[in-house]
């Protein structure tokens, strides 16, 4: 979704961000950094948006009370990209407000990055972008060079790896009326409490409502039905869960168009569970105060990404673990009265 083989590294500003509630302060710098050749701009621009060519998700800059001016990167980003004699000014502010929301005591402090891109692609489309990056996590890098006719080692402590980008944003030049089209890196390696101040407190993002989001939330809508709920109202069986879970991926492969009722005859079929699947999506809805759509089209991506946690795994005390894939009827259940333990028995033709 996210290409960057045009793309250049226009302007870029380098500051400190630590953890006020631990004490710590942050350091701006006074200008831009200045690139003397090639080779460093190259290796930033591999660090910086390598990782977003699998991001599959676009979001939206938001605001809580429905005024998207309140938004301070939205903020930022539009006097940016109406002046860009403004980015070192705006690139500080940037700082300052990650620093006033970096407030749990488990993130941790660490340099951030502004950069300025000229023609990274989104969907298609080559656009001006703003690039906020921030590096936690340091390493020792081992170095072996050539010595007096043999080699000798040396190391480096706290450098990074640019490999792995920490946390990472990407606001493009479009639909600014809308929050712009924004793409993100977030790898959580401090807890889950710390988790939320990247997307939530320090963007303020809400997810773009397309194929992708729509795919995503009625694959995942449809398996918590059939994990959780259907417990609640029918009597069934892990193996029966397991090949209801495995018609719906089925359906979300072969078809090219999502359509409620279509999937709820074909995957569900029962009458009852198909009222209650559709109140659960419905009760979903309201929680979550969001919207699927009952007919759509389906991301082949997010269907990749979903089949990933649909799991068809019958576990077996720690023994065995069966994995299903076809017809549940070639598997039966049942229980030894001399073991007094319960059993499977598996039906096939042929052993691979």
């Known amino acids: 979704m996210v290409t960057f083989f045009e ?102 402090g660490g ?79 401090s807890g889950q409490d710390a988790a939320v101040y990247w997307k939530d407190e320090f963007l303020q993002l809400k997810i773009r409502n397309d194929s992708f989001n729509q ?16 417990d609640d109202e029918f009597a069934m069986s892990k193996t029966d869960k397991i090949d209801l879970l495995n018609r719906s991926m089925k359906y979300f492969k072969e078809k090219e168009t999502f359509d409620l009722d279509e999937f709820s005859e074909e995957v569900i079929s029962n009458p009852e569970a198909i009222t209650s699947f559709k109140n659960f999506k419905s009760q979903y809805e309201e929680e979550f105060d969001t919207t699927i759509a009952d007919s759509f089209e389906i991301s082949g991506n997010a269907v990749k990404k979903q089949a990933r946690v649909y799991k068809s795994v019958l576990k077996l005390d720690k023994n065995f673990h069966i994995y299903i894939h076809g017809d549940n009827k070639l598997i039966e259940k049942g229980f030894d009265d001399d073991k007094s333990m319960n059993y499977y028995k598996v039906y096939f033709k042929e052993e691979a």
């Open 7 to 108: 793309a250049s590294l226009d302007t870029i500003s380098v500051h400190h961000v630590g953890n006020q509630s631990q004490g710590e302060m942050y350091a701006l710098s006074a200008q831009p950094l200045e690139l003397k050749d090639d080779i460093i701009p190259n290796l930033l621009m591999q660090y910086f948006l390598k990782p977003f060519e699998k991001a599959n998700e676009v979001y939206h800059l938001m605001h809580s009370s429905g005024d998207l001016a309140l938004n301070e990167l939205h903020n930022f980003a539009t006097k940016v990209f109406e002046d860009k004699e403004r980015f070192q000014e705006m690139s500080e502010q940037i700082a300052k407000h990650l620093y006033k929301v970096s407030t749990h005591p488990n993130i941790k």
């Open 111 to 189: 340099e951030l990055y502004v950069v300025y891109f000229n023609k990274v692609q989104i969907e298609g489309n080559p656009l001006d972008a703003i690039g906020i990056f921030k590096s936690e996590n340091k390493e020792t890098y081992l170095k072996v060079y050539p010595d007096q006719g043999g080699f000798a080692v040396d190391y480096e402590q706290d450098a990074i790896n640019i490999n792995k980008l920490d946390k990472g944003v990407l606001i493009f030049n479009i639909e600014k009326e809308n929050g712009y089209k924004v793409v993100v890196v977030d790898k959580v390696s």
């Open 215 to 230: 795919t995503t939330n009625t694959l995942g809508v449809y398996k918590n039905f059939v994990t959780q709920k259907l």
